[in-house]
């Protein structure tokens, strides 16, 4: 349940509060030290000092103890009460809960930025005087009221209109001879690369809409580097016949290998790994990873996978295994005969 503190008590806290706020930045600072002092949580002080600023005058709300409205008012708007204008005594423009129309708000801070003050500034006083308004939603307002749905429509697609001629204008170049447009070096720019020059010549673009424009325009950024080829073939080698003549199934286990190996890119490179397959499982029955193309790397597997047939007590008979692989270099098919022969 909630802590039921005295009047005395109260009154005695808000005016610590008000004793110590020269020495504070702000109010809730101020609250925070006189909380600590006496026990008391800070937004419970808030309260009770926003409450005491109403009881006072000094604020508009509702009154702790007669529950009337009031707030601070000019000595003639107070005469005006006093002669009945104003029964409940308050001469605030905003009455209690009472909030001004969304126009109205936006018409007063887009007066106030004509007079070349700033959105914040100006929702900071409205805030302050008792309007609550955040600058966002000023904005969302003012985008509401001023600018229908089709017009936001028309104004984007002008957007990404200018865009992609901006990129246009970058990525190709006239040529005078045959008057037609071709592809400038600009044009195997990627996508960072053309919002970096879009920005050189004064267009700020996002690196999504840049991605959206050169993607309208079929542009695609063109990688330095040369490709990795697993596999070079010997042109002056002999290849082994296929075996197999492509067919790929297998009756047993341990019938049919499939060799081949490939590369994985990773932080610290490529690393190449050969691997072993058996037809029938579809297992993987070795492999074996390196840094280079070496014969061992194709060679290990095999080793690696003959080794484990005889350890299982199957080892390796003449015409029962066949171990296939595709455009192997012409001195490592040698290497696979010795091996099997073996």
Known sequence: MPKKYEQEFKDRAVRLVREQLPHYRTRTEACIAVGRQ??????????????????SGGAAGCHERTGRRGGPVASGEQEAGRAGSDPLGGGDFLRGSTRLPEAMIVGFID?????????????????????????????RWHCRTTT?????????????????????????????VSGTYRLAPEGLYGRRKMQAALARTGVRASYGRVH?????????????????RTTIANKDGVRAGDLLSRDFTADAPDTTWVADFTYVRTWAGFVYVAFILDCFSQRIVAWHAATSKATALVMTPLRMALWDRDRNGHPVTAGQLISHSDYAEVLVKPRIRELACA
Request: with cysteine; proline share 2%.
């Open 38 to 55: 006496e026990g008391v949580a800070r937004e419970t002080l808030r309260k009770w000092l926003a409450q005491a600023e109403v009881d």
């Open 111 to 139: 007066t106030q930025r004509c007079h070349g003050h700033a959105v914040e500034s100006v929702c900071a006083v409205l805030t302050s005087q008792g309007c609550q308004v955040a600058a966002r939603s000023y904005r």
């Open 148 to 176: 229908a749905p089709a017009a936001r429509v028309c104004q984007r697609a002008w957007d990404e209109a200018a865009l992609m001629n901006a990129i246009h204008s970058i990525a190709y170049r006239l040529d005078e």
């Open 212 to 228: 959206s424009a050169m993607a309208a325009l079929c542009l695609n950024g063109v990688r330095r580097g040369k490709p990795v």
